[in-house]
């Protein structure tokens, strides 16, 4: 099996790190919108602090993001211009529905993802769409916790019928949650959770966890009643986890912090949580919150192909003084001395996807879907106007070659690939401008200034080849 003629090729962004707009049309306020910059990001961003409305001590980089809401028809010509077979975003949850609990849509948000989704279409680009990339309305937080409550499904369950419904032969592949093992590590981005004195977080993200899982199924039914074309996909920020040395307690040590993530994966595409699994909530003490009804739903309504993001793999050591001396987004992980890291200390190993690939497809036997994936980088604008991105070009190369091993020499079966931030966007982790990922630079600085004028960079060009050529020119 080598790449498929019908392979589709793209990039990925999500909207609240790239739209900004975040009044027009009637939106609404978002758990993402109050994401500050600076180091009150990760406190507010892992629900340890509380930042229900915007003050003026803080920044707020999604606000105007890159302004991608008054620049998407250029946007979406230059990814044609690259190419681009697919474009992976997500829906603004507030533009839809402002305050979550609306009875009615707000026709202004539906009317601009519909004239998006034409553009598209124009150039025979397939959008792949996130109905949830970190985004939770706010009035919802407030009023019922965000995810903690299962109220939340009816929420959500009423956004995707209306997506379902009006985007119907524009759309035709959909992921339910961004990074659903997200919500143990950046709870208030991923389920809009932030932790009351002296609750158990543990407890309220693994209700959380379930309250998603559940709406997961539910909509992928729906999708599939609306329009059998539909296909479903879970979402997984993945990256294998070796161990730190070839003793055995390193090695177990791997194998449950890989857990820590597929457990959610295994429920979307099994239909029912795994033993490890079940154990593992017992010795937290924790309960998962089962209603009649839940477990049928989950083993009914199982995704169709598993995308999932890849940046870096991550190292497990037994030693508990070891194992967060390295972060990868937001994974703690212990250091690799055999690979090189990012500027923002990311382990770079291509081999590393190859493997991920492996274990997710032996695991799962579905097709898989790579959504993410890139190189965030600070880069440096020429006098000449150019950016000379080589290294990006370095990266994705080694990975797409690794991609394409995979599915040349192990049989994997592979929808797709969307680099991460084909346009330059906010960085979830850190709120940053100058961590760009893109084919294409965008004008703005980490203070919100700029031009917000695109400029293609060199990789550009060199992506353009790749999908050209179907993988066959990597130079
Ligand atoms: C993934 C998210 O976790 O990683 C994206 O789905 C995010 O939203 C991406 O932007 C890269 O992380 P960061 O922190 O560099 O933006």
Not at 285 to 292: D, R, S, V
Request: hydrophobic share 35%; with cysteine.
């Amino acid at each position: 099996m080598s790449v498929p003629k019908n392979f589709l090729w793209g990039g990925a962004t999500a909207a609240n790190q790239c739209e900004g707009g975040y009044r027009e049309g009637g939106r609404g306020l978002a758990n993402v919108d109050l994401m500050p910059s600076g180091p009150d990001r990760y406190l507010v961003g892992s629900g340890q602090k509380k930042m229900e409305a915007f003050d003026d001590r803080h920044f707020y980089p999604a606000q105007k993001a890159v302004d991608m809401f008054h620049h998407y028809k250029e946007d979406i010509a230059l990814f044609a211009q690259m190419g681009f077979k697919v474009y992976r975003l997500s829906v603004a949850w507030t533009r839809i529905f402002p305050n979550g609990d609306e009875e009615e849509p707000n026709e202004a948000g539906l009317a601009f993802y519909e004239d998006l989704f034409r553009e598209c279409q124009k150039h025979q680009i397939q959008p792949l769409v996130t109905i949830c990339h970190f985004d939770c309305p706010m009035h919802l937080v407030k009023t019922i916790g965000g995810w903690r409550s299962r109220k939340m499904i009816d929420q959500y369950v009423k956004l995707a019928k209306t997506l379902f419904t009006r985007y119907k032969g524009l759309v035709r592949y959909w992921l339910t949650f961004n990074e659903i093992n997200m919500i143990l590590h950046f709870p208030f981005v991923a389920a809009g959770l932030c932790f009351e004195e002296g609750e158990d977080p543990t407890q309220v993200m693994i209700t959380a966890a379930h309250y998603e899982l559940v709406a997961s199924s539910l909509v992928t039914k729906l999708a599939h009643e609306i329009d059998p074309e539909n296909q479903v996909g879970c979402m997984m920020a993945a990256g294998a986890y070796y161990p730190e040395t070839c003793r055995p307690e390193d090695y177990w040590k791997a194998i449950c912090d890989d857990r820590s993530s597929y457990m959610f994966i295994d429920v979307q595409s099994w239909g029912y949580y795994p033993n490890y699994a079940l154990k593992w909530v017992e010795k937290q003490g924790a309960k998962i919150p089962f209603e009649a009804g839940d477990q049928a739903l989950l083993r009914e309504n199982t995704v169709d192909f598993i995308s999932f993001s890849y940046y870096s793999s991550r190292v497990s050591s037994a030693d508990p003084e070891k194992g967060g001396q390295s972060q990868s987004n937001l994974f703690a992980s212990a250091e690799n001395p055999y690979l090189k890291s990012s500027d923002w200390g990311w382990a770079i190993d291509p081999l590393g996807l190859r493997i991920t690939m492996n274990a997710l497809y032996d695991r799962y036997r579905k097709p898989l879907f790579i959504v993410e994936n890139g190189l965030g980088a600070a880069d440096q604008l020429q006098a000449d106007g150019s950016i000379q991105d080589d290294y990006r070009i370095d990266y994705l190369r080694e990975h797409i070659r690794a991609m394409i091993d995979a599915m040349e020499q192990d049989g994997v079966e592979l929808l797709g690939y969307t680099t991460w931030g084909c346009i330059d966007l906010i960085s979830n982790g850190t709120g940053e401008m100058k961590k760009r990922y893109g084919f294409i630079y965008v004008d703005r600085d980490d203070q919100g200034n700029g031009s917000f004028r695109r400029i293609p960079k060199k990789s550009f060009y060199w992506y353009k080849k790749v999908i050209a050529s179907n993988g066959a020119d990597l130079d």
